[in-house]
């Protein structure tokens, strides 16, 4: 029986197969292999079945996709690049930056004068004291699995988000810095709005601030998310913002977001 190639294959056939291809091992082995190749799995039909395969997006999706490749790796990339978010870790991953008064502190929801948090499997959060208290985390791109073309070319959206809360019996100021910076550290896009100050015998409500990087100059390799704050009253022990559920997400560009990445 003579031998047939598998290139012989009906294209169809091919791209069945190629969909059962882990993604890496497409780009990396099976498209330099030759011309026909590269052609099949350089197409966005194969891209967005894939994307369709893993439940990144559903049969109806309707918005636009300008480069399926490129939204596959970015779904597949998508979770939280800050980690210990919620204070389950108490202060492990953070930099404390400034740790005044009685310091940092971790306490369990819903806390003393406090409310209930939005998200009931949010538990624990930061809390900080009677002189400025400041944390960190410098997230690194490359090592999180974000390539330079990638991050220089598509420049895919960063979302940022943080939640805070007053004591209900004691005025604070809550701040954030985020900074998008080069790889030798330059800022190339920053949010740093004025500081949120509380006053005394609020709602103690949980407040969510958010911001979109959208656009920004190429070259970002690292970001730099700081926070944190101090109470108003001046008292001793922990009167200052309470502060959970921090996250920075990069997401692809569409006015929709896709279905949560659980890998």
């Known amino acids: 029986m003579a031998l047939v190639s598998i290139n012989e294959l009906p294209e169809n056939i091919l791209l069945e197969v190629f969909m059962h291809v882990p993604a890496c091992q497409l780009l990396l082995r099976c498209r330099p292999v030759c011309s026909l190749w590269r052609d099949l799995i350089d197409l966005m039909t194969l891209w967005k079945r894939k994307c369709l395969r893993e439940g990144f997006v559903h049969k109806d999706w309707d918005e636009p996709v300008a480069d399926w490749k490129i939204f596959f790796f970015l779904c ?22 400034s740790n005044g008064g009685n310091q940092w502190n971790v306490e369990s929801l819903p806390g003393a004068w406090g409310t209930a948090f939005p998200d009931p499997g949010v538990k624990k959060y930061f809390v900080t004291s009677y002189q400025l208290c400041l944390k960190s985390q410098l997230v690194d791109l490359k090592a999180e699995g974000y390539w330079e073309e990638l991050l220089d070319t598509y420049r895919p959206d960063i979302v940022v988000t943080d939640w805070f809360a007053a004591r209900g019996d004691c005025g604070c100021t809550y701040r954030i810095r985020v900074q998008l910076v080069s790889a030798d550290y330059i800022t190339l896009a920053s949010f740093e709005p004025p500081p949120v100050v509380i006053e005394q015998w609020s709602d103690a409500r949980w407040r969510e601030v958010s911001h979109t990087f959208s656009d920004y100059p190429p070259g970002v390799r690292h970001i730099l998310f700081q926070h944190g704050g101090k109470d108003t009253q001046f008292w001793a022990g922990w009167y200052g913002p309470r502060i959970t559920n921090s996250s920075i997400i990069i997401s692809p560009k569409t006015t929709r977001n896709p279905v949560p990445s659980t890998s």
């Open 76 to 97: 597949r990339l998508r979770r939280n690049l800050l980690r210990n978010p919620c204070a389950e870790e108490n202060m492990t991953s953070w930099q404390i930056d």
